[in-house]
């Protein structure tokens, strides 16, 4: 029954395709930009990890925690970029920042980031180019 | 052939073969100070949390080859800061004459710490912890009651406190107020003497501040290196200045790297200090 409406449905999708031809689709961005998860002035990306945890860790991801490519393109990039353990002490740390911490995650190592009008906050990628890749699309 | 870490021509190594020229070079020269002292309190026990995070020997040659290939190592990072202009001041700190090597390598470490963090650049003073431990007395100490201290109370920067200031003029209510943005939040106590996890920290990118009796000196623990086809050694940051070594660092190996007392500050507190 299942596969007979299955066919059914592609029978009339074809149908239509064939006496109206093909419908005006509205084209999609390849990049959905998300809104911004915490208001900032400037670009902001903070990587949030358990410092207690790093063991386990690939060195690939640890690079983007502490190593120099990651921060030295978000430095030649605009982005202030801070890695935070996530029971840090953030009472002296700049509102924005703290901001950043708080905003809902999933997991850890987790790294979120805004421009102040576009971000994202997601599982910390995999090296620090899958990094870079994802702020790229956020910088202006 | 197997990988083997750079050794920079300038680094001085230290192993079992030249330990007794090296403590013997050093121990008349008063420039040189250092001031892990025996005789004075030993190293803490049950201070910290525990060590639990080690990394497995198999994983070590490939995961040092890889930090160095991809220059994620503490080391690179001041050298890349520096480059940047964002670490304006020297690699390493400078404890002069003081006998406060315990608590420069402390310090260092938390300076360290910072720059992992992505917080800005701030000189401290190792006296500002050394002068209150010792009641303002230039003795020796051991980097764990110095981090203890740091735990509690914090390190007062530079501007506020000269780094090798033991007087109590800079003991006031500014100081005071200001060491409470540089506070250490986390941290290891090491096993004595255990290689693995000293290894496993450096390999996390973690410090570690290590206390040599043969050496009767306090350094930092910053990288693993590998030395040898099954043999370790591990870079350290000296508290001599950045004219010691290559850029104030040198090479432990063999059962000198094997520190008597070790810590590993793991967070600091996120402080924008203006």
Request: hydrophobic fraction near 35%; include cysteine.
């Amino acid at each position: 029954m299942k596969q007979f409406i299955n066919g059914l449905c592609v029978g009339l999708l074809l149908a239509s395709v064939l006496e109206n031809g093909l419908p005006n689709i509205i084209p999609i961005p390849d990049i959905i930009p998300s809104s911004a998860p915490f208001e900032t002035d400037v670009p902001r990306c903070l990587a949030i990890y358990e410092s207690g945890e790093t063991h386990t860790l690939p060195a690939s991801k640890l690079d983007i925690l502490t190593g120099t490519k990651f921060r030295r393109w978000c430095s030649e990039n605009g982005w202030e970029f801070k890695s935070w353990d996530e029971e840090i002490t953030i009472e002296r740390a700049d509102e924005s920042w703290k901001k950043a911490l708080q905003v809902e995650r999933t997991d850890t190592p987790w790294l979120v980031f805004s421009n102040g009008n576009t971000g994202g906050s997601v599982p910390l990628p995999n090296d620090a180019d899958a990094a870079i890749e994802l702020l790229r699309e956020h910088t202006k | 052939m197997s990988f083997r870490s750079y050794i920079p021509s300038k680094m001085k190594v230290i192993g079992d073969h030249n330990a007794d020229v090296v403590v013997r070079a050093y121990a008349e020269n008063p420039e040189y100070g250092r001031g892990l002292d025996p005789d004075c309190a030993e190293p803490l026990e049950g201070f910290g949390t525990s060590f639990n995070a080690m990394i497995p020997r198999e994983e070590w040659n490939e995961r040092i080859e890889e930090m160095e290939r991809k220059k994620m190592r503490l080391p690179d990072l001041v050298d890349d800061l520096k480059a940047r202009g964002e670490w304006d001041g020297p690699r390493v700190l400078n404890q002069s004459r003081t006998n406060y090597c315990w608590i420069n390598s402390p310090v260092h470490a938390v300076m360290l710490t910072r720059a992992k963090q992505g917080e800005k650049y701030v000189p401290l003073s190792p006296a500002s912890v050394g002068a209150k431990i010792k009641n303002f007395r230039n003795v020796g100490g051991w980097g764990s009651e110095g981090l203890k201290y740091i735990r509690e109370h914090g390190i007062v920067p530079h501007e506020l406190w000269p780094a090798n200031a033991i007087d109590r003029r800079y003991d006031n209510s500014e100081s005071d107020a200001a060491r409470k943005h540089f506070k250490c939040d986390e941290w290891w106590l090491l096993q004595p003497r255990n290689l693995d996890q000293m290894m496993s920290c450096l390999l996390q990118n973690i410090p570690v501040c290590i206390g040599l009796n043969w050496w009767s000196h306090e350094v930092t623990a910053v990288a693993p290196a590998r030395v040898g086809e099954n043999s370790y050694g591990i870079i350290f940051d000296n508290s001599w200045g950045e004219g010691y070594g290559d850029k104030g660092r040198g090479l432990l190996r063999d059962s000198k790297m094997l520190p008597d007392d070790a810590v590993a500050p793991r967070t600091v507190t996120a402080s924008d200090w203006k």
